[in-house]
C-alpha cells in the first residue's frame, strides 16, 4: 500500500492533500535573505497536516514583503497605522473552503527584528509566522486563552514536524504572534 492511499480504516492520511502554495517576494531584502521558498511550503503544508481537518486540494499564496507594504495593509484592513509580522487574508465566506484557502503575508523588517530580539533564524522564525497565519486562514485565531493554547499547540506540532523547536518555550516569546 503507497502512503498516499486511504488506510485499512478508510481514512486519507493527512499527506495525501495536495496543497499548492505560490511564494511571492516584494522588495530587495528578501531577494538576497535565506529564506528559501521550499522551506516556506513546507512550513504551509507543516501547518495544514498539523490540523488534518481538510482533504481536497487547496492553494496558498505567501506574500513577503517589507514594513512599509505591511504598514499600508494593516493600516487599511485592521485600521492599525504600524506594520505587523504577519497578515492572514481568508479566501471566501468560509475559512478552509475549497479550493484558495488565502493570503498570507510577512514583512521581512518585523520579522528579522524580532528573530534577532528572540535569538533564533530568520527562517526559523518565517517557518513559524508561515504556519501561523496559514491556521488563521484555516479558521483558528487567538482571541481568548483557550484558542491561544489551541492554536500553539497546533503552531508547536507543526514546527516539531520541520524541526523547529518550541517558539513558546517562554511567554515573551509567545507575545511575538498575539
Not at 135 to 144: C, I, K, R, T, Y
Not at 160 to 176: F, N, Q, R
Request: hydrophobic share 40%; net charge negative.
Amino acid at each position: 500500500m503507497s502512503e498516499d492511499s486511504p488506510s485499512r480504516s478508510g481514512q486519507v492520511p493527512p499527506q495525501a492533500v495536495t496543497l499548492a502554495v505560490e511564494v511571492v517576494r516584494h522588495g530587495d531584502a528578501w531577494k538576497h535573505s535565506t529564506v528559501s521558498d521550499p522551506a516556506v511550503e513546507r512550513a504551509a503544508h507543516a501547518a495544514l497536516t498539523a490540523v488534518a481537518a481538510r482533504r481536497e486540494p487547496c492553494e496558498i499564496a505567501i506574500t513577503l514583503t517589507d514594513d512599509a507594504e505591511m504598514r499600508e495593509l494593516n493600516r487599511n484592513w485592521r485600521d492599525k497605522d504600524q506594520p505587523t509580522n504577519v497578515l492572514s487574508f481568508p479566501a471566501g465566506d468560509a475559512p478552509g473552503e475549497q479550493g484558495s484557502l488565502g493570503d498570507v503575508v510577512i514583512a521581512f523588517e518585523t520579522t528579522q527584528r524580532e528573530a534577532t530580539e528572540i535569538g533564533v533564524a530568520l527562517s526559523d522564525h518565517v517557518s513559524h509566522l508561515v504556519v501561523h497565519g496559514v491556521l488563521h486562514l484555516l479558521g483558528f485565531d487567538h482571541d481568548n486563552d483557550a484558542e491561544a493554547e489551541q492554536m500553539e499547540d497546533l503552531e508547536r506540532q507543526a514546527l516539531a514536524s520541520l524541526g523547529i523547536a518550541d517558539p513558546y518555550k517562554s511567554e515573551a516569546t509567545a507575545e511575538v504572534t498575539r
